[in-house]
């Protein structure tokens, strides 16, 4: 649709695959060097919208890397998801206030009277290929307790599922 697309992920594998397959100008490996620091190079001019269900240093690097008027929406907070303590928000908000930045919670809810349409829209996309979907199925019962933890260690390979045989 017109914009450049910067990811972020763990490993060059994964890193890889966002460029290659999946199309994205760039992918970074937050799992090696300064995630600000590679922000910066990778939008130079700044993010306009950063889309995250990550939180923590990952929400933090998006924030100081901002454009004017950039938007951030949050989906998620997974950085955090294990911790006994709430999970803590940008250090300085008084970057939100001078850059004009707008940061809004999203949860699939919140847009049920666009669910069919939004529908329709990735279903025809997947078809003629405009965006890829990977998912890694795992079966049985018995592969949870294997599986659940990477959702949080990164050795997952896509949408992580379990099945019930």
């Known amino acids: 649709m017109g914009a450049r697309s910067v990811g972020i992920a763990g490993g060059p594998a994964k890193c ?8 994205l100008d760039a992918a970074i490996d937050y799992k090696t060097g300064n995630l600000r620091d590679q922000l ?5 001019a700044g993010i306009d919208v950063f889309f995250d269900n990550v939180g923590g240093d990952t929400l ?16 998620g907070q997974i950085s955090g998801y294990t911790d006994s303590v709430p999970i803590p928000g940008p250090e300085n908000m008084m970057r939100l206030i001078y850059g004009g930045i707008t940061m809004q919670g999203f949860l699939l ?29 795992r079966a049985g019962f018995a592969a949870i307790p294997e599986s659940f933890p990477a959702l949080f260690d990164g050795t997952n390979a896509g949408t992580l599922m379990v099945t019930a045989d």
């Not at 890889?16 to 199309?23: K, N, R, T």
């Open 60 to 75: 933090q690097a998006a924030v100081d890397t901002m454009a004017r008027f950039g938007r951030i929406v949050l989906c």
């Open 40 to 44: 910066e190079k990778a939008c130079p």
């Open 109 to 137: 809810e919140h847009f049920e009277d666009d669910l069919a349409e939004g529908w329709h829209h990735l279903q025809s996309w997947l078809r003629n290929g405009s965006i890829v979907h990977r998912e890694d199925v």
């Open 16 to 23: 890889a695959w966002l460029v290659s397959e999946c199309g």
